[in-house]
């Protein structure tokens, strides 16, 4: 089994159990730029590893906390000592501390708080008001921040910082259509925009428009590129597949998106892939290049150093 980079940042319909399915259908030569124009986790990306990559997302937050890891504003240290003190505090105080915390990361917009945040908030949910404040309810959890816990997070931490600082990485805040301005036919695109009708947070609103949009530029894409979108659960098909990307290669996938409350509530999606190309690789694992072997090898050494 392919052993799957989780990033530090989670988020609704992050596709780390898909990684390896996606990583198979990838046909690239690596000489181009990787673009997302919804990066969201980057859990795809990240475990791409490759050379040249922009990483888009709309919401500044988020794309205010990978900057501070590739510039080493934040680094595995840091968020030890952060997460260690936080943690304290709210396993003593619970929820009230949970709720000082989200007002000061409303008025300072501190990347730490952010990720503190995603990481004791409810179903680790990234959600905004019309405001533009974070405004998920408390986990329930007040003794969440575990030595190991702390421990698994600086390593995720770590593991960007080290990419990032070896590749030539850009995390930037701004729309899709202004990602996709300039592709060439080198690059590689991989699309995970919000599902219609599905999710509001209202920095990656999605509507009927967009997704029209967003078809039109892979349409006339010059280089190759994979969309993730729903296909269809127990109750309902995603019509767009039909009245949009019919003439484009999907390939399906069943998966969960543990979101609900209850167990009971969480029930399968069936995954769809498209892509203007018929993948060469699927029926086989996914192979390292030499260049992705040595990146993990300077990840490990950072972390064995950083426990040390």
């Not at 859990?43 to 906390?65: C, E, K, Q």
């Not at 590129?225 to 999907?250: C, D, M, P």
């Not at 390292?288 to 990840?299: F, G, H």
């Amino acid at each position: 089994m392919m052993k799957v980079m989780i990033p530090p940042i989670k988020c609704q319909g992050i596709k780390s159990k898909l990684v390896p399915f996606i990583k198979r259908t990838v046909d690239w030569s690596f000489e181009g730029r990787w673009i997302e124009p919804f990066m969201g986790s980057g859990v795809v990306g990240f475990n791409i590893m490759p050379r040249n990559a922009v990483f888009a997302d709309s919401n500044p937050h988020l794309i205010n906390f990978y900057n501070a890891i590739a510039t080493g504003k934040i680094d595995g240290l840091k968020v030890r000592k952060f997460l260690e003190q936080q943690g304290e505090i709210l396993s003593s105080h619970g929820q009230n501390h949970y709720y000082e915390v989200r007002e000061r990361f409303n008025q300072t917009q501190d990347p730490l708080d952010f990720l503190f945040l995603n990481r004791c908030c409810f179903n680790g949910m990234i959600r905004f008001n019309r405001q533009g404040d974070f405004n998920v309810p408390f986990g329930h959890k007040s003794q969440r921040f575990s030595k190991a816990y702390i421990t698994k997070i600086v390593n995720q931490v770590d593991h960007v910082h080290v990419m990032s600082k070896q590749s030539h990485w850009s995390f930037i805040c701004q729309d899709f259509r202004e990602t996709l301005k300039e592709i060439s036919e080198d690059d590689f695109v991989y699309c995970d925009p919000p599902y219609v009708g599905r999710h509001v947070d209202y920095f990656d609103s999605w509507d009927e428009e967009d997704e029209k949009y967003l078809f039109e530029i892979l349409s006339h894409s010059p280089c190759k590129f994979i969309l993730s979108t729903w296909h269809s659960n127990q109750y309902r098909e995603n019509a767009f597949l039909k009245a949009l990307w019919s003439g484009f290669h999907v390939l399906t996938k069943e998966h969960f998106y543990y979101v609900g409350a209850k167990e009971e509530n969480r029930k399968p999606m069936l995954e769809a892939f498209v892509m203007n190309y018929i993948p060469k690789h699927l029926h086989e694992g996914p192979i390292e290049r030499s260049e992705q072997l040595l990146l993990l090898e300077k990840v490990a050494e950072s972390q064995s150093s950083e426990i040390e």
